[in-house]
């Protein structure tokens, strides 16, 4: 994230923008969003936070109003995954702000750079009683880097440029911030200006490159296992470039995660997602780079990684110590970590295990090659409705390397995310957090208006944010989401089959059309039984877009995650064989 690179977007405006002597609070915050290169603001009008609304649309800006603030906000998120910005919401006080916590909560366990601007009443009938008044600075502390209320017109600019650098991740982990203005300050007049006029505050936002000794001592290790594997994340996104000179330069294997999706590409030989628990369980070297050692890498335990030591990579303390401390942490832009790394190695020989690592590659294309023959073939289930694979053979086949694909539910998106070979991929993350399909792909398709979007959400997870269908009408946005319509919450349904003595109770929804339910609000949408219907129908959606596609299909079938225990919540470990070994461990100390 380099937050200089948005403020030169639009110098014209941030000359405009530093030259607020008569303005009022609202269009102090305007300008400097503006001047930061922000086109779109997600939100939902109020009373409370009307003047900056008014500011923004004023000087140019486009508001894009949501029909629920929690909306907004993924909007926001969504917005900065695809832009590599900083997306903003402003919400009303109160209510406004309390539906904004859940995806607040997401964005920070996705660390994404999000601004949100609450409302708030004004300063004389603060502590009152007043109308929609709330303790939100309280509520958002703990899911935000910052959580401000600004009482003094003056500081305005100061405090909304301090915000933005927390939320970029300037000295810490990025994440959502929250920035409160009473009512009563947005319409105060101030001749502020607690910041520089050339708005140099902002270029102290730096690349941190990596000290040599760390570098060395980096070399040293990976230049001297035979099993080393490269596992990226989030803070890893801008480093393409640096990481495939680092994959090629030493003959590791590379594991993606949700996070860092399409850095390397399919046919690099060192891509070998389709066999992630063998290649964890027989590295005897882990690189991470920008990526925590969440529950989707098994904490770091030995349980998972028995055979492994650690080298750690990242720009911040979040990334590079959580769970397992690293033998090694190297602590800079992982970009400048990788580049350092394989200059230092020069012309080294790698004593990479070249035929451990070819045999992998060959297990995971073996396995990659099944994989698409079943989605083409897999047979309906015993109510006669298509198999998930189904319908995402039919998506594969339609998407293209610059497609952005948005994942949303339980079955469906744990099938979608091994299926869907997206260089983009948006998900419902380490939240696990439903709701985020239609917004996510509301901003995505504003924001990239030329790329295909595609959104894959079941149905118990489009009820969520099935108004926002409304919002992607009214503002243009050339999304296509396709429902997985299985009748029910389906992934909670089997686990009550597999573990509660099938007592099938409140996870059964009614197949209901959510076609028809799409047209009533004016989209082109279709209801789809046939996967031999889908080819036509996806052509048909991106044309009309946005647009919605009803997918039938069984619930008979059985995801990945149903299977790997992901979610029936084991005690130790998200998945039942990490569970075990994590026991066996246990007992043997
Ligand atoms: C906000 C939220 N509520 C509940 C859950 C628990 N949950 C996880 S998956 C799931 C079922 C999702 O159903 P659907 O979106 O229809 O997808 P399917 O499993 O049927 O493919 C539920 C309820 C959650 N992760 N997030």
């Not at 339609?398 to 948006?426: E, K, Q």
């Not at 995801?559 to 998200?574: C, E, H, K, N, W």
Request: proline share 5%; with cysteine; net charge neutral.
């Amino acid at each position: 994230m380099r937050l200089p690179d948005q403020y030169m977007e639009n110098k014209n405006v941030m000359a405009r923008g530093n030259d607020n002597s008569s303005d009022v609070g609202a269009e102090v915050i305007a300008k400097i969003l503006l001047s930061l290169g922000i086109e779109r603001v997600y939100g939902l009008q109020g009373g409370h936070i009307q003047p900056i609304w008014d500011a923004i649309t004023r000087f140019g800006g486009i508001m894009v109003d949501a029909r629920d603030e929690r909306a907004a906000v993924h909007m926001a998120h969504g917005e900065a995954e695809v832009t590599g910005k900083i997306g903003v919401a402003l919400v009303t006080a109160g209510p406004g702000v309390t539906n904004a916590v859940t995806a607040i909560a997401n964005a920070d366990k996705a660390r994404a750079p999000v601004l949100v601007i609450g409302g708030a009443v004004p300063r004389p009938q603060a502590g009152s009683g007043a109308l929609q008044e709330f303790p939100q600075i309280d509520l958002m502390r703990p899911i935000t880097r910052a959580a401000v209320s600004i009482w003094n017109a003056r500081r305005l600019s100061f405090e909304l440029h301090a915000v933005l650098s927390r939320a970029v991740g300037e000295g810490g982990v990025p994440g959502p911030v929250f920035f409160e203005v009473p009512t009563d300050v947005l319409r105060e007049r101030t001749s502020n200006n607690l910041i520089p006029k050339d708005g140099s505050i902002l270029t102290t936002v730096r690349d941190q490159p990596a000290d040599p000794i760390s570098i060395a001592r980096a070399v040293d290790i990976l230049w001297g296992v035979s099993r080393p594997v490269v596992i990226t994340g989030r803070g890893a996104r801008s480093s393409t470039v640096s990481l495939n000179n680092l994959l090629n330069a030493t003959g590791a294997l590379y594991l993606d995660t949700q996070e860092s999706r399409g850095l390397v590409a399919e046919e690099h030989p060192s891509v070998v997602s389709a066999v992630r628990g063998t290649v964890m369980r027989e590295a005897d070297l882990v690189v991470t780079i920008g990526r925590k050692l969440d529950y989707q890498l098994g904490y770091g335990s030995r349980a998972v990684f028995p055979n492994a030591r650690f080298l750690r990579i990242a720009d911040n303390i979040d990334e590079l110590r959580d769970g397992r401390r690293g033998e090694i942490e190297v602590f800079a832009t992982p970009n400048l970590a990788c580049d350092a790394i394989v200059e230092v190695a020069g012309n080294r020989e790698s004593k990479t295990d070249r035929a451990w690592a070819k045999n992998m590659r060959a297990k995971h294309l073996e396995r990659s090659t099944k994989l698409v023959e079943k989605m083409a073939t897999e047979k309906p289930g015993a109510d006669g409705l298509m198999h998930p694979y189904r319908l995402l053979a039919a998506v594969r086949n339609w998407i293209d390397d610059d497609s952005i694909v948005i994942a949303d539910g339980g079955d469906i998106l744990s099938f979608a995310r091994i299926c869907l070979p997206a260089r983009t991929y948006l998900d419902s993350g380490v939240f696990g957090c439903l709701g985020v399909g239609i917004p996510f792909a509301v901003a995505a398709s504003l924001a990239c208006p030329s790329r295909k979007v595609i959104g894959i959400i079941g149905d118990g997870a489009f009820g969520f944010n099935g108004m926002e269908l409304d919002t992607a009408l009214r503002h243009g946005a050339r999304a296509v989401f396709v429902i997985a319509n299985n009748g029910g919450w389906n992934i909670e349904r089997i686990d009550q089959i597999q573990n509660y003595g099938g007592r099938i109770q409140g996870s059964e929804l009614r197949f209901s059309n959510y076609a028809a339910m799409a047209r009533s609000l004016g989209l082109y949408a279709e209801r789809i039984y046939d996967p031999g219907k889908l080819p036509s129908a996806l052509t048909r959606a991106f044309d009309r877009a946005p647009a919605l596609l009803d997918v039938l299909v069984t619930r008979d079938a059985v995801s990945p995650d149903a299977v790997s225990g992901l979610a029936s919540v084991p005690d130790f470990q998200p998945l039942t064989s990490w569970d075990n070994a994590e026991r066996a461990r246990f007992e043997e100390n």
